[in-house]
Every structure is written in C-alpha cells, then in structure tokens.
C-alpha cells in the first residue's frame, strides 16, 4: 500500500513509481487535458491554480507554492503516453532492424547486377556483356 501524495489515501500501486491514486490521477488528467484545449484556444493565462484551485496572481498554470508537487504530477499524467511513445520508438527500430537484415540476407551479387541493369536501362544479358567488355 502507497499513500496517495496530494488526498493522503492509501492504494495499491500499479507500478511502483505511482504516487497518485486513480481518483486524484483522474482528476489532474481532466484538469491537464482541459486546459490544455483551453490554451489551444489562444488562452495564455489560467485563472485558477491546476493543483489548488486558487486564483492565479502570478503564473500561467501553477502557482509557484504547487510548482514542486506539479512537476510530479504532471510526470504522473504524461508517463502513460511516454510509455507508448517508447515502445512505439522501439517497436518501428526493431521493424527496420529486421527488414534491413532480411534483405541484406537475400542481397547477393547477383542481385546488384540485375538492380545496376535496370537502373541503366538493359537487360541484365546485355549489361553483362558491355560489363564483360565483350560488346562496346
């Protein structure tokens, strides 16, 4: 069991760097989400703190007192979509990794010759003859 560091509550962890339970995670994430398609709007300046919810004198989003506990939350939020991002990153790597070694694996000089030929214009007969020099 893990205290919940802004409500205090005790749970039960998802992952062992969680801090926040599914309550307080729920509702920082709409508070991110919504001000976020609030700024989206042109809005540079949130009236109210995200964290404490007091009226803002200083600041675009957090009050410099939530600042700290802010940037652990915020961590909170946007690891789930980091998560993804990383394995996605990995995922696309690896795919590459596969398919170069898949085809330098069928790549043989053979296969150089018949690319050279059409990329000059000739069968691979004819190219190979002007290859050999036999014909000019």
Do not use: H
Not at 118 to 125: P, T
């Amino acid at each position: 069991m893990t205290k919940c560091m802004v409500c205090g509550d005790e749970f039960d962890p998802y992952y062992k760097a969680q801090r926040l339970c599914q309550s307080c995670l729920d509702k920082f994430t709409k508070r991110y989400w919504d001000w976020n398609a609030y700024r989206k709007q042109g809005y540079t300046r949130r009236p109210t703190c995200i964290v404490c919810d007091k009226p803002m004198m200083s600041g675009f989003s957090v009050c410099p007192d939530c600042r700290p506990i802010w940037e652990k939350i915020y961590y909170q939020i946007m690891r789930p979509r980091t998560l993804i991002q990383a394995r996605n990153r990995m995922k696309r790597t690896r795919d590459k990794a596969v398919k170069a070694a898949f085809e330098s694996r069928l790549r043989t000089g053979l296969d150089d010759d018949i690319a050279a030929a059409r990329k000059v214009g000739l069968s691979y007969g004819a190219y190979m003859v002007r290859k050999k020099g036999l014909i000019r």
